[in-house]
């Protein structure tokens, strides 16, 4: 079975500080990979998504992919509280219909 | 504004009875999605559709049906077939491959 894998978590880092959030996916087909930010009781909001090998930013936000490693991480610089959430990743392999998300990182941001 | 729709935003379904959740998308994606998160769990997949009446099942169907008669609905009717219909319902479309967005959700409880 193609799975997604995180690290539960929970995750915490000081304010002001960079949290690297990891995923790892079993299928090498896989071909797109997006990042989901969910706050506790609403829906999954999309972040990035990342197709090519190396590094995607967006303003504090930086996917990075290693196909050969089959890995992806989501990195926030200058973390604030407003990002405390659960962080989910997500891939797509073009052979497949749907995503497969991971189960996601729980994320605290101490103030 | 473009977007998903999810309604209604809480339901209490009885002992016996089939409720059906609605899902609209004015973003003329073609693919569109149910999944079902339990508290502190993952996003499992329902159903998903990549077209006008034709939907497969994900890993989670039974107890569920859905239907898809138009490209901008994907209702799910959660029957008296499934045990235990306490949950967070999400709805989700995206373009064939892409990115996937999510309504704000339906929460399901018994009454």
């Known amino acids: 079975q193609k799975e997604v894998e995180q690290n539960s978590g929970p995750l915490s880092v000081p304010e002001g500080a960079i949290a690297s959030l990891n995923c790892t996916y079993s299928d090498r087909g896989s071909q797109s990979f997006f990042w989901y930010r969910q706050y506790s009781g609403k829906s999954p909001e999309l972040i990035m998504f990342?197709?090519?090998?190396g590094d995607k930013e967006d303003g504090r936000f930086t996917a990075q992919l290693n196909k050969a490693s089959q890995y992806v991480s989501l990195l926030i610089r200058d973390s604030q509280p407003s990002d405390s959430a659960t962080y989910l990743c997500a891939s797509w392999a073009g052979s497949a219909r749907q995503l497969t998300f991971g189960s996601g990182t729980q994320l605290t941001v101490l103030p | 504004d473009g977007g998903i729709t999810q309604s209604p935003k809480y339901l209490f379904r009885k002992e016996g009875q089939n409720v059906t959740l609605s899902c609209e998308q004015n973003?003329?994606?073609?693919?569109m999605y149910w999944y079902r998160q339990d508290p502190g769990q993952g996003l499992r997949l329902i159903y998903y559709?990549?077209?006008?009446?034709?939907?497969q099942k994900g890993d989670i169907a039974e107890g569920y049906s859905v239907s898809r008669e138009k490209k901008e609905s994907f209702p799910l009717t959660v029957t008296s077939a499934q045990k235990n219909p306490t949950a967070f319902y999400l709805c989700?479309?995206?373009?064939?491959?892409?990115?996937?967005?999510f309504g704000d959700g339906t929460r399901l409880s018994i009454l």
């Open positions: 989700a479309s995206s373009p064939l491959g892409g990115p996937q967005h």
């Open positions: 559709s990549q077209i006008v009446n034709d939907f």
């Open positions: 973003l003329n994606h073609d693919a």
């Open positions: 990342i197709y090519s090998n």
